[in-house]
């Protein structure tokens, strides 16, 4: 099925539809260091984040021609969820590699950098 003609309000952050792959480097105080592998796909859902373990986000900042840089306005979580306060998330695309980082506050957690990750294109957006 073809895909619906993308927003005009969502041609700024254009350059991260597609799949990406590579790896990345985390840590959480419960956890400590940790590395991991990751592929990662943006598809056009809209402006809201939800999360399969009860985390929805909502999230403002800026975007330039190769950057995004927001922070949740709003966290919302289920029953269940992990009381999350506060997340960051800047993306930023340096030829064919997209650099992200991720900064989590939870309920007695200041705010901590939780992820960081270096991904290449897996696939051009046209193949998807
Ligand atoms: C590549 C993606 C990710 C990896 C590999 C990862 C990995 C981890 C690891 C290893 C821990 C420590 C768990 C423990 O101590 O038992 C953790 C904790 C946590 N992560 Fe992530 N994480 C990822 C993405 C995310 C994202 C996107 C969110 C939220 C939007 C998130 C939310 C959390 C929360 C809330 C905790 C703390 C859980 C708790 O203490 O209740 N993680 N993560």
Do not use: C
Not at 27 to 32: A, E, L, R, Y
Not at 65 to 70: F, M
Not at 115 to 126: I, S
């Amino acid at each position: 099925m073809d895909e619906p003609a993308l927003h005009p309000d969502l041609e700024p952050i254009a350059f991260l539809l597609g799949t990406w792959a590579g790896e990345g480097e985390g840590d959480w105080p419960s956890s400590g260091p940790f590395r991991y592998g990751e592929e990662m796909s943006f598809e056009q859902v809209g402006v809201v984040l939800a999360h399969p373990l009860g985390i929805v986000e909502v999230a403002e900042g800026s975007v330039s021609a190769n950057a995004i840089d927001v922070a949740s306005t709003a966290v919302a979580i289920t029953g269940t969820g992990s009381p999350v306060t506060e997340l960051r998330r800047r993306f930023e695309l340096e030829g064919n590699v997209l650099r992200y980082e991720l900064e989590m506050a939870m309920r007695e957690v200041p705010l901590t950098r939780h992820l960081k990750g270096e991904l290449k294109r897996a696939m051009p957006a046209e193949e998807r």
